[in-house]
């Protein structure tokens, strides 16, 4: 596969304007109404291997996903992108702005960036709302001074509607994979490339692959498992996981299943369409208000699909996740469902044998229960 | 060399060390005493503003952030973390954090105050760091208790005024709440009172730290990150402005007659950070054996001030609430780079400083992932030696006074080049 910086050079040399986005859940699709190419700038830890300006800036105890996205906005930012988004979505991003604005101010590199407050209290509040709908306003303002474009109820609607069908999309292939008819690190490849392509493109290929998979016979099933964290792991642990027989039937991956799994009512209005999307977004760690929802809906989610091991993909200093696992962990414990937690940091990536270790005795340890739970039906 | 006992002075058993002991030992009892006898009890984030608190009745307020930093400097911190890990939160949180779950969960013991009492309403925010949010969830799961969150926009420039009215709008919710929880009516004229006495107290403590612009100080920042302590516990009270009047003459008086922390005082130094709880005295006694002086804090300097200033914000008269809703960016994590330069600047000016010690916090990212630009920017800037040295607030497992020791001492010779 094309790297990151790659696939944004050929968005860019077919007339696509960029704006990178911080990390989780921007507005994609008031940005997408104006005529730009939204991309989220996460997952870059295989393409960006080395951080020299970015650790000009940056402690080494900034999450992975901060610092790979510094140094890919101050090495090839200004190159590759026409403007930069962020929101409020945890205390590392909102620190970086000026650090990224003063440093490519520094090197004459300026881009444009585009801030947001998203309330971190319940939207159910009339004055969280009112605020959301005034932040929306003025970012709509400032949108439109730099497109030249003014907004359009109906291009916003369309793009909702555009992004909606990509959701339902990415939901139908997570669908396929939890049947065994694809692979889930192919699957998580496919939904992952979101933010390297256009959106039209990506939803050709989401529709492309979920026709040719939707055909095939379900597959080989192994113990049910759900990942949960931040981006998924590395391709060669999806790769370690199958492998030794596990199965991905649920995830709980920020990159995935939370980023797509609510579907907002389209709306021509972007003040009650982000009112819907945040207030009733898949509940993760970075979103405040949904603390209470998320516990439920893990528990929910590990009862429905029947899952029997849960692994804890660790974003390494990501404290958001760090203050949920064990309370994550006591509940689906309590359940009679075995975790692993695994925790990837910056340097990880070209090392990771001692991760596949932990998984392959991991899946011993399941499948070993397994055999025996099964035994025991059958003596029943 | 060891620091004689005259560059000790600051630490010496004075009229307001030993007033603040006191003061904070009978705080400490004062809330379990009313907590047992039915006071509506709530645990709040540093930033929230608890003057609130004093227009009802009987509401008291505990905040975990104090109290671990109070074990901190007691040396319970480890012991505190380390039952927290056993819990299975990770070495990487915050340290407060750690030592607070640490206490909460094992009934107080190895707490110098015996923990906290039992909250009846969790009030966080997202001004300080939004992982208060997380952190105070953690006991909302554990024992069932309501948490409320106040969001406060970060300012990357001067607080808006949409978001002034955004954070009105929530004190009016944090308001109702307690009402309703509390069956207790809120009373707008004594908290009024109570904003009027922080505004009084926050004067009396710019004028105590006014001394850091004395040749040779007649301050240590170590006295400051002492001497805050009350503002946790005794915020909108008259025994705080008490405490910080006495304060302030008492060393208006030591300077008039001579009497200085670091008296052989060659090199004034900046603190950019939170204090190290567990290395107050060992740091200053050491630093003093050098000639140096840690004069100034922007974590003392920013109390009571707007954010990006130093002087105090003081209260008009008129509505309690817009006071503390203007405030609410005051501490330095909840502001930007460009306002932390500026309230730096003002600081390394009045106060004549040599050099800037930057003191990355792991468990602090809010207040030190914008600190390598900062030290740019004083460095070239400004053209203010700087250093920067890793430490961690309240977890002494994570710092190496060597190490740290031997780039403090290169900032001197730098200096004294």
Known sequence: MQSFPDSLADLKSQGHTLIGCFPLYPPLELLHSFGLSPVVLWGLRQDITHLTRSDRHLQPYACGVARSLSEFVLSRGRELLDAIFMYNACDTLRNLPEILESSLDRHGASIPLFRLHIPAVPLSRPFASDYLNERIRDLIGELEKFTGRSFSAQTFLNSTELYNRQRRLSRDLERLAETGRIRFADCSDILLSAGRMSLDDHISILERTVREFNGRAPGHQGVRIMLSGILPPPVALLDAIERTGLTVVANDIAALRRSYDYLPAASADPGAYYRDLYRNHYPCTTILPSADSRLETIMQTVRESGVQGFIFVGEKFCEYEYFEIPAVKRMIEAEGVRTLELEIGMDDALNLDAYQTRIEAFAEMLCHETRGSRRDNDAV | ?417
């Open chain 2, 1 to 417: 060399m060891m620091p004689s006992e005259k560059t000790q002075g600051a630490f010496k058993k004075n009229t307001s060390g030993k007033r603040l002991s006191t003061m904070i030992m009978n705080d400490y009892l004062d809330l379990h005493r009313r907590a047992s006898e039915g006071a509506f009890v709530v645990w709040i984030a540093i930033i929230v503003p608890a003057e609130l608190f004093g227009g009802f009745e009987n509401v008291v307020y505990a905040v975990p952030e104090s109290h671990a930093a109070l074990c901190a400097g007691k040396g319970t911190g480890p012991v505190l973390c380390e039952k927290a890990e056993g819990f299975g939160y990770s070495t990487d949180l915050c340290s407060y954090a750690r030592i607070d779950i640490g206490t909460a969960f094992d009934g107080g013991r190895d707490s110098p105050t015996f923990g906290l009492p039992r909250p009846d309403l969790l009030i966080s925010n997202t001004n300080n760091c939004s992982l208060l949010v997380k952190w105070f969830d953690v006991y909302h799961r554990a024992w069932g208790v309501p948490h409320l969150a106040l969001d406060i926009p970060f300012c990357y420039e001067n607080q808006k005024e949409r978001d002034f009215r955004y954070i009105m709008d929530q004190f009016g919710t944090l308001i109702s709440t307690i009402e309703e929880m509390s069956g207790q009516r809120f009373d707008l004229d004594r908290a009024r009172e109570s904003v009027q006495l922080s505004s009084e107290a926050f004067k009396e403590w710019k004028r105590f730290l006014s001394f850091a612009a004395h040749r040779p100080s007649g301050i240590t920042a170590f006295d400051s990150f002492v001497q805050m302590a009350p503002i946790l516990t005794s915020r909108g009270t008259r025994r705080l402005v008490d405490h910080y009047r006495l304060l302030a003459d008492e060393t208006a008086e030591q300077v008039k007659n001579g009497i200085f922390p670091v008296p052989d005082e060659r090199y004034r130094l900046l603190w950019d950070n939170i204090a190290p709880w567990h290395q107050l005295r060992k740091m200053s006694g050491r630093l003093a054996g050098l000639g140096a002086n840690i004069t100034s804090a922007s974590y003392t300097y920013c109390i009571g001030a707007l954010e990006g200033e130093y002087d105090p914000y003081e209260f008009d008269g008129n509505d309690p609430l817009a006071w503390l809703a203007r405030l609410q960016n005051f501490s330095v994590c909840p502001h930007g780079l460009n306002l932390r330069g500026k309230a730096m600047n003002e600081v390394i000016g009045r106060n004549a400083i040599d050099g800037v010690v930057f003191a990355s916090n792991r468990s602090c990212k809010v207040y030190s992932l914008m600190q390598m630009d900062q030290m740019r920017y004083i460095r070239e800037e400004l053209g203010i030696p700087c250093v920067m040295i890793d430490v961690d607030h309240a977890d002494v497992r994570k710092y190496s006074e060597e190490t740290a020791f031997t780039r403090l001492e290169a900032l001197l010779e730098m200096i004294g080049a």
